[in-house]
């Protein structure tokens, strides 16, 4: 924070020796030691508040990211799941569809055919006596 070296120290104890005297100096560097005290431990303080609060912010931050990619899946989820009865329903009714026409080509139809293939019979034994 402040660049204070030895020489800047022994400056300013001249100097307060000289302004305060020899026999209030030792109450005064006590009392300077301990107003710094209190400001380094105020100064650090402030810092590890500021740090938690930033650790918090940024688990607010993933918190955000994690509920909007949540309801995004959920949302892709449930768009696939629609897609998926959607599929099923269409299948199920081709297959409806299927099996009703097969069944009456099976009830309806199948008499046609078997009629239509004793004409074709008949008519082919009709040629062979030369009729």
Known sequence: MFDVGFWELL????????VVGPERLPGLARTVGLWVG?????FHSLRDE???ESDLQGLRDTERALRER??????????TASEV???AERTRSEVEEAASASAES???GGDS???A????????TRDRNGQ
């Open 113 to 115: 055919d078997s009629d």
């Open 70 to 79: 949540g309801q995004e899946f959920r949302e892709s989820v449930e768009r």
């Open 38 to 42: 209190r400001a380094r431990a105020t």
């Open 85 to 87: 009865r959607d599929t």
């Open 106 to 108: 099976t009830t309806g």
């Open 50 to 52: 500021i740090e938690r």
């Open 11 to 18: 400056i300013i104890g001249v100097i307060a020796l000289i």
């Open 117 to 124: 293939g004793e004409q074709n019979a008949g008519t082919e």
